[in-house]
């Protein structure tokens, strides 16, 4: 495998419902990225980890829980979510080049069609 | 409020002319931008970039221009071949101040017709 995988790519699942969404990135990037993809809407980020620790955390709602267990591995945990939650969910990763200045470049995943009945 | 705009949500274009795509940015300190592009089904793939301290980067058939006085980037594809057909997302973001954050357009849809 090479890039940025991530899996599911689709999922159907309901209000009450517990699921978790998987990527991990083969580029030996030390940096990982949540982002949200609705309808007609740009790319939103979520979260950042760096290094495996969370630095970003762009407001987003609690049912949404991010876990970065290496720098290889970032999970994006569903729980009790709504309707209004269905989009395309993107995982990215790039080199932080560490400090202030750095000009990365972010590879995305595939994503996971998520849908909230 | 969007940082980074794409205002025409789809373009078209005959084989083997010149397709360009825009972008405007309201942030004077985004100082790296990116193009990504985006076939259905599939995450986005870089494409190119270009830093504030150039105007024009070139890799093979596509070109970005940035106008900083005008806060307005363009990608020239020339000549558009029928695989280009793709959503075509820009991004900018301020190096100094968050280089892991990229402020992404809406996208342009880009169709190449045969």
Redesign the interface.
Known sequence: ETG?T?TP?HLVMGMTNKKSLKCEQHLGHN?M?WYKQSA????E?MF?Y?FKEQ??NNSVPSRFSPECPNSSHLFLHLHTLQPEDSALY?C?S?Q??GG????????????TRLLVL | DQQVKQNSPSLSVQEGRISILNCDYTNSMFDYFLWYKKYPAEGPTFLISISSIKDKNEDGRFTVFLNKSAKHLSLHIVPSQPGDSAVYFCAASDSQTGANNLFFGTGTRLTVIP
């Open positions: 940025v991530q790519r940096a990225y007609k809407k740009p790319l980020l950042v760096n630095t970003e993107l990215a790039s932080d080049l202030r200045g750095g000009q990365e470049t972010q590879y995305f995943g595939p994503g």
